[in-house]
């Protein structure tokens, strides 16, 4: 019982996790890795992102704006990854990311999961 209560939690997150995964590929990982440890590619590594500082990656040169973001000490969570990708410009005026954010909420909600769930690339 115990188990299948479990499983019961435990499936639409996961289900969750690969809707996230197929989104991610399609319009993150041209520009993002996420595998620890891996280099960054034209973006930041966002491997590890939960609980991550904004502008975190060490072996990425971040833009002025993320810079500063960095210095207030901000650390990402699924609801600011959700506010950012609504409008990535609008949280850090002067972004090197351009238009890249998703306009759909269902898409948000399944990457910010993908990257910072329980199943998320450390
Ligand atoms: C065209 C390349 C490109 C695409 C596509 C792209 N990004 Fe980015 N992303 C960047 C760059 C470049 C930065 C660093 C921006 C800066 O320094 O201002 C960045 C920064 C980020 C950050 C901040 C990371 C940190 O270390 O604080 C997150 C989170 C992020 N992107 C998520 C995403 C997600 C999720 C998607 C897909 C919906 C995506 N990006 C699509 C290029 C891209």
């Known amino acids: 019982m115990r188990a299948a209560a479990a499983l019961l939690v435990l499936l639409p997150g996961l289900a969750m996790g690969q809707e996230g995964r197929a989104v991610f590929e399609a319009r993150c990982a041209s520009c993002h890795a996420m595998e620890a440890g891996a280099p960054p590619g034209p973006g930041p590594n966002l491997a590890g992102l939960a609980g991550r500082r904004v502008g975190g990656d060490q072996a990425f040169g971040y833009s002025p704006a993320l810079e500063a973001a960095r210095a207030e000490g901000r650390t990402w969570d699924s609801a600011l990854l959700e506010r950012f990708l609504s409008d990535p410009d ?33």
């Open 90 to 122: 609008a949280m850090f005026p002067g972004l090197w990311m351009g238009e890249n954010g998703l306009r759909e909420a269902g898409d948000r909600a399944a990457v910010a999961r993908f990257l910072t769930g329980p199943t998320a690339p450390r």
